[in-house]
């Protein structure tokens, strides 16, 4: 059974400080795997990663991918009290066939609040 | 504008009483999917779609049915409603195509849902 566990649970931080948050995954097949940050409502996509070692980036946000220990990493610096939000890392397995459902298992998430 | 629409957004009911979360999409995108999101548990699969006609169980089916008679909409229905289905429920749609961002979902608003 596919698997993924964030940590931390939450994280309280204030403006301007650096924040890694972790998701460590078993999945027989490896595709991807997806980052999300969820505000108040749906989770909006931050990144897709398939392959070890190369950072992905969006502004004060990155990601990498360490297929050989199974985990990624999300880092957020300098951040704002906009970045509060549930991040949720999610993996997508090669199915045995194209056409098998049930796509992304996601881990529980970490509760990230900024404090001005 | 691209979006996946779910109502009602709010819902307070009792136990027993049949109800219906409607989801629709724009995008004509093969796959929807149910989700329902509870504190630490992240987000698990309820049932989903791979195109009409064509459902199957995610990883906690039990207690809800579905059905895609139409492309765009994928409707859970809840026939008996108990308190432990009090949660967060999200519809989400991605299409099936494979490469670029991978099978991203999109995601509805999200419809909370408190059985008393």
């Known amino acids: 059974e596919d698997k993924v566990v964030q940590s931390p649970l939450s994280l309280v931080v204030h403006e301007g400080d650096t924040v890694t948050l972790n998701c460590s995954y078993e999945v027989t097949n490896f595709r991807s795997l997806l980052w999300y940050k969820q505000e108040k409502k749906a989770p909006t996509f931050l990144f897709m990663l398939t392959s070890s070692g190369i950072e992905k980036k969006s502004g004060r946000l990155s990601s990498i991918l360490d297929k050989k220990e199974l985990f990624s990493i999300l880092n957020i610096t300098a951040t704002q009290t906009g970045d509060s939000a549930v991040y949720l890392c999610a993996v997508d397995p090669v199915r045995p066939s194209r056409n098998a459902g049930n796509m992304l298992t996601f881990g529980g998430g970490t509760r990230l609040m900024v404090k001005p | 504008e691209a979006q996946v629409t779910q109502n009602p957004r709010y819902l307070i009911t009792v136990t027993g009483k049949k109800l219906t979360v409607t989801c629709s999409q724009n995008?004509?995108?093969?796959?929807m999917s149910w989700y329902r999101q509870d504190p630490g548990l992240g987000l698990r699969q309820i049932y989903y779609s791979m195109n009409v006609e064509v459902t199957d169980k995610g990883d906690v089916p039990e207690g809800y049915k579905v059905s895609r008679k139409e492309k765009r909409n994928f409707p859970l229905i809840l026939e008996s409603p108990s308190p432990n289905q009090t949660s967060l429920y999200f519809c989400?749609?991605?299409?099936?195509?494979?490469?670029?961002?991978?099978?991203?979902?999109?995601f509805g608003e999200g419809s909370r849902l408190t059985v008393l």
């Open positions: 995008m004509n995108h093969e796959y």
């Open positions: 989400a749609s991605s299409s099936q195509e494979w490469g670029g961002r991978g099978r991203e979902l999109f």
